[in-house]
């Protein structure tokens, strides 16, 4: 049965046409328990390394937990030493007091983006993207509110996205063959929540899918 030219157009922008490719390491602490490797739940087997994580059951951004204290680090991530293609994305909560440093943030070889709390107790809490050494840093944001943040590095340049939307652009020469994750880097614990790397640059219509809550292909 041949489908008509309006027809095709609406298979072309169904849900396939903005799936999210597959990761090369995803985070969804939904089957982790505190103290545990939080697992890679794409199937490639980079479980984490290095770790203090506890994971509860809420808040949870999407699924059934996130990590809400503690640290661990990803040594192989699937993305090469010096790769000038690449993503990494993830949920950051706010909280519900102010605090003095920084909360719940992914780092990686000069990367980060970081929940960051305001001196002075103002609950003025904010979300920076760091560029080796420093970035753009977004407007105060509401608290106990969770906040998808998402780095994509393309060919020598960055583009920083904020709820799917981009926040920023700039050069790099970032790398990310590592991830670090802190969950509790301060006075006050936060959550991060689905931290996903990628071999590829994503699109901002695949970006905006994760921020709408969806997981790359390869993941439940």
């Known amino acids: ?6 027809k095709l157009s609406r298979v072309c922008r169904g849900s396939a046409a903005v799936a999210v490719r597959p990761a090369s390491a995803f985070y969804t602490f939904d089957a982790d328990t505190s103290g545990s490797s939080p697992a890679d739940a794409t199937g490639n087997g980079r479980t984490a390394t290095s770790v203090v994580a506890t994971v509860f059951g809420t808040p949870a951004k999407v699924g059934a937990k996130a990590m809400t204290s503690g640290s661990f680090s990803v040594s192989d991530t699937g993305v090469s030493i010096g790769a000038t293609a ?4 993830a949920w950051l909560r706010t909280h519900t007091a102010d605090f003095d440093g920084s909360g719940s943030q992914v ?4 990367l980060f983006f970081r929940v960051k709390g305001n001196v002075g107790g103002a609950n003025s809490q904010t979300i ?11 407007p105060s944001l509401t608290d106990d509110t969770y906040y998808h943040t998402a780095m994509v590095v393309s060919g020598g340049n960055y583009t920083a996205y904020l709820n799917g939307v981009v926040f920023a652009t700039g050069l790099t020469t970032n790398t990310i ?3 670090g994750v802190d969950g509790g880097n301060a006075d006050v614990q936060t ?4 931290l ?3 071999d590829v640059a994503l699109t901002t219509r695949e970006v905006a899918r994760l921020a709408s809550g969806r997981r790359p292909k390869n993941v439940a």
């Open 191 to 194: 959550a991060v929540d689905e």
């Open 196 to 198: 996903g790397v990628w």
């Open 107 to 110: 780092t990686g070889n000069g």
């Open 177 to 179: 063959d590592f991830i």
């Open 86 to 89: 690449w993503t990494a994305a």
């Open 128 to 138: 920076q993207f760091a560029d080796n050494p420093s970035g753009p840093i977004s």
């Open 1 to 6: 049965m041949r489908r008509s030219p309006a």
